[in-house]
């Protein structure tokens, strides 16, 4: 049985950081993609970062370059979300899933979200507020 934890959230000023951890069991992360989503009140589920080692690719959505880091440790069969420089608008519950295929996550794909969507694999996310 796949599980997928998320933690690290929290509240943090503007300009501040987080790191949100994914813990999975059930599958192992040198083998399997994970994606980071993330969904404000009232807004779509966004898709925010994932990371696909066999692949060596990490995909990053254009309002989180240069400011989010995607990394995995395989010894804690864990990735992170470095999260720097937050602004109010990334307020959200934020998400880790895996896809029901490593394409939708890969060098000649990208970053597919409709493969992450279409999974059974979500954790139950963890609440980031950015506010002064």
């Known amino acids: 049985q796949v599980h997928l934890v998320e933690s690290g959230g929290g509240l943090v000023q503007p300009g501040g950081s987080l790191r949100l951890s994914c813990a999975a069991s059930?599958?192992?992360?040198?083998?399997?993609?994970i994606g980071w989503f993330r969904q404000a009140p009232g807004k779509e589920r966004e898709g925010v970062s994932c990371?696909?080692?066999?692949?060596?690719?990490?995909q990053y959505a254009e309002s989180v370059k240069g400011r989010f880091t995607i990394s995995r440790d395989k010894s804690q069969n864990t990735v992170y979300l470095q999260m720097n420089s937050l602004k109010p608008e990334d307020t959200a519950v934020y998400y880790c899933?895996?896809?029901?295929?490593?394409?939708?996550?890969?060098?000649?794909?990208?970053?597919?979200?409709?493969?992450?969507?279409?999974?059974?694999?979500w954790g139950q996310g963890t609440q980031v507020t950015v506010s002064s």
């Open positions: 899933a895996t896809p029901i295929s490593n394409y939708y996550c890969s060098a000649h794909y990208g970053f597919g979200m409709n493969g992450f969507y279409d999974s059974d694999y």
């Open positions: 059930g599958l192992s992360l040198d083998k399997n993609a």
């Open positions: 990371i696909n080692d066999s692949d060596g690719v990490k």
